[in-house]
């Protein structure tokens, strides 16, 4: 069975600062794919990022930027310079590639930037 | 392009009432998801299409609720007899698979249906 935890519930920082959001998953297949989705108060589920199992290099983009580790099995999410509008729920998720793609999600990280 | 849409974006019934909640996908996308969000949770698999055809539901998915995807596009989920616990944001997502073993396409999202049942 597949699992994704994101062990922060919820985090605070103060604007400007750096925040590294934490995701851990278990799962038994060699080949999978990890998502990171934002969801703001709207409640729309904003795609972030993609990443195959077979490509550790860690992106950046802009002032996000993820971490990808096989040897923990971890995929944190990184925001540098932090600013109001990062304030939102953030989601990991695990997908099941070679079943239905259905996406595993963690209970996710509220995340407020105090101005 | 548009992105995915879904309406009703609220609903408020009483229970035992039958509620229905639409979705229309990404043009072109072949493959349609639903998915229960409940308060301070993650999103959670309900059942998806492949073009017309229902290929999996989720053991979340009792007999009470229903979905179609008639033509390969839009898709309805039909809750009959709603509970309270059926109180929710339910999720549409949709993508494109060109069916390669083990190629995974991102699932884009909608705003989602929040039901209440009072």
């Known amino acids: 069975a597949q699992k994704v935890t994101q062990a922060q519930t919820e985090i605070s920082v103060v604007e400007k600062e750096d925040v590294t959001l934490d995701c851990v998953y278990e799962t038994r297949d060699t080949t999978y794919y990890l998502f990171w989705y934002k969801q703001p108060p709207s409640g729309e589920l904003v795609f972030l990022i993609r990443?195959?199992?077979?490509?550790?290099q860690n992106e950046i983009s802009g002032r996000y930027s993820w971490n990808f580790q096989k040897s923990t099995s971890s995929f944190n999410f990184t925001i540098t310079a932090s600013q109001v509008v990062d304030s939102a729920v953030y989601f990991c998720?695990?997908?099941?590639?070679?079943?239905?793609?259905?996406?595993?999600f963690g209970t996710g990280t509220r995340l407020t930037i105090i101005p | 392009d548009t992105g995915v849409s879904q309406n009703p974006r609220h609903k408020i019934t009483k229970r035992g009432q039958n509620v229905t909640f639409r979705c229309d996908p990404i043009s072109e996308h072949n493959r349609l998801y639903w998915y229960r969000q409940t308060l301070g949770q993650g999103p959670e698999f309900l059942t998806y299409f492949q073009n017309e055809a229902q290929l999996e539901k989720s053991r979340l998915l009792s007999d009470r609720f229903s979905a179609e995807r008639p033509k390969g596009s839009f898709s309805t989920l039909e809750i009959q007899r709603t509970e309270q616990g059926d109180s929710a944001m339910y999720l549409c997502?949709?993508?494109?698979?060109?069916?390669?073993?083990?190629?995974?396409?991102?699932?884009?999202f909608g705003p989602g249906t929040r039901l209440l049942v009072l």
């Open positions: 997502a949709s993508s494109f698979t060109a069916g390669l073993a083990g190629i995974q396409e991102t699932q884009y």
């Open positions: 998720a695990l997908s099941d590639v070679f079943g239905n793609e259905k996406l595993t």
């Open positions: 990443r195959n199992s077979f490509d550790e």
